[in-house]
């Protein structure tokens, strides 16, 4: 069976950059500047606040796991009110050791395990604008046991130590989504898989891409009417289904003229265009350049 989640974090295409020992104690408060790039944390002891963008401050506890595929400003900080320091993350230096926050000596009141990555995929944009903004996963063992093998491989130069950060990301982000998936999840990717009769829907338009899908033909797959399925689909995703299947599309388009030589005709006929002019108009439409000058930018 297809499995859309899994497509989207594969297509993603992860790859593990940076992870640091973070700890605060005392009064302290820090405000980093949006970072446009996935980035996770998972907390060892203790507990502390964050505040992502303007949503509702949350408390972080031991055994908890956040997870932004897109990392907007946030602050972090102790309970104690005070006045956050800045930091911009893209000019900060990479420290060297453990970051500390707030009073310097005796046993901190949180410390966490802090990382970052970076999503190879060309498209990143549009697949993660279907995943939320922030997942708060609380008491999952398998997580931090993850986390850990992250750090522990991160910081080690072994033979083969890309694949297996790339591979260990992969199945961290995996295990971090499907936590979400839930009826209260935010719209998007997960809140669409959450309804049994969407994810009919969308595993059918994940195994079959090239189809000549229609509202219809994809409504009897969720067992709805047709103005039933389009509703719930553009509520709960977020895009109607044919823009859905459309950014599918052309993020699989992406994808294969990237990594291959492949004929601008196959790759028209494996995403569901009867001729190679017809996907060159939809591609230059949707992408901004035609096909073959997408593909010559990218090798």
């Known amino acids: 069976m297809v499995d ?13 950059v940076f992870s640091k020992i973070i700890s605060g104690a005392g009064v302290w408060a820090v405000r980093y500047a949006a970072y446009d790039q996935p980035s996770f944390s998972a907390v060892l002891e203790g507990r502390c606040r964050l505040q992502v963008a303007d949503q509702p401050p949350i408390t972080l506890e031991a055994g908890d796991f956040v997870l932004m595929p897109s990392t907007p400003g946030f602050v972090m900080s102790g309970f104690e009110p005070t006045q956050a320091e800045f930091i911009d993350p893209k000019l900060a230096p ?33 697949l993660v604008s279907l995943l939320p903004l922030l997942l708060h996963v609380r008491a999952i063992d398998r997580l931090p046991v993850l986390v850990q093998l992250v750090r522990d491989e991160s910081l080690a130069q072994r033979p083969g130590r890309e694949l297996v950060l790339a591979r260990l990301v992969e199945v961290l982000l995996v295990e971090a989504l499907r936590a979400n998936t839930a009826d ?10 959450a309804d049994s009769k969407l994810a009919a829907a969308m595993r ?21 009417s047709r103005s ?17 299947l459309l950014a599918w599309r052309m993020s699989l388009a992406k994808d294969l003229l990237r990594r291959s030589d492949m004929a601008i005709a196959t790759v028209a006929q494996q ?18 350049q035609p096909p073959g000058r997408f593909a010559r930018m990218q090798a």
């Open 4 to 16: 859309p989640l899994s497509e989207v974090i594969s297509l993603l295409q992860p790859r593990a």
């Open 94 to 126: 990479a420290p060297p050791g453990e970051v500390r926050h707030g009073r310097q000596d005796g046993p901190p009141d949180v410390r966490m395990l802090g990382g970052s990555f970076v999503f190879g995929s060309p498209d990143s944009a549009l």
């Open 184 to 193: 209260d999840a935010p719209v998007g990717l997960l809140r669409g898989l």
């Open 204 to 224: 059918a338009l994940h195994a079959e891409p090239a189809r000549a899908w229609t509202v219809e033909a994809l409504a009897a797959k969720a067992a709805l």
């Open 228 to 244: 039933a399925f389009f509703e719930r689909f553009s509520r709960e995703v977020g895009v109607p289904p044919m823009e859905y």
């Open 271 to 288: 995403v569901g265009y009867g001729s190679a002019s017809t996907f060159s108009t939809a591609f230059s439409r949707h992408v901004g």
